[in-house]
């Protein structure tokens, strides 16, 4: 585990460069086994994809995420829900924070924090969470009115008892989908 601590990232003022742990500082072997993303409201689902290995998703502990989405996820929706598998390894881990702060054209437009006692060893977890869209500025706004791309990223952590032992890093690009009719 690496000596970050969740006041620092807290303190971020745009999304990493790069990543602050290698894979092998993941030594309670947590690992995101895929997830679904949708509207609570309408239960459309905009993203879903879950391994048959739980080792496929670790290319991503060094390389980017990159997910193209449908720009009315922005406009609509006043809240997402974000099914996750999480899978740990052998230890127990106790005091799991994950911690995510999204930025939209460079700026920190949130910051979600959820937190979890306890997870036992080679366990496989399903978790929700949900999230509230956030104000957007009117220039983000303006953009999703004249249908131009929207650019964003962000920043995952995953803390245990409070050192960091993941992170992820992602990008966004939401689009007009309308112009694929």
Request: proline share 4%; net charge negative.
């Amino acid at each position: 585990m690496v000596d970050f601590t969740e006041e620092q990232a807290l303190k971020m003022d745009k999304a990493c460069d790069k990543f602050l742990v290698k894979l092998e500082d993941n030594v309670f072997g947590i690992r995101f086994n895929g997830f679904k993303l949708r509207d609570i409201k309408t239960e459309k689902v905009y993203h879903e994809y879950y391994p048959a290995d739980p080792y496929e998703l670790d290319y991503f502990a060094d390389h980017m995420l990159d997910y193209p989405f449908p720009n009315d996820i922005l406009k609509g929706q006043k809240h997402l829900g974000t099914s996750l598998k999480l899978v740990v390894g052998d230890q127990l881990v106790k005091n799991l924070v994950l911690l995510e702060r999204h930025y939209i054209g460079g700026k920190l437009a949130a910051n979600f924090r959820f937190t979890f006692p306890i997870f036992i060893p080679k366990s496989e977890n399903n978790v929700e969470f949900i999230y509230e869209i956030p104000k957007l500025s009117p220039e983000v706004e303006e953009k999703l009115a004249k249908g131009e791309d929207v650019h964003a990223e962000s920043d995952t952590f995953v803390f245990v008892d409070g050192k960091l032992n993941v992170h992820r890093r992602a990008k966004y690009t939401y689009y007009d989908a309308s112009k694929d009719q």
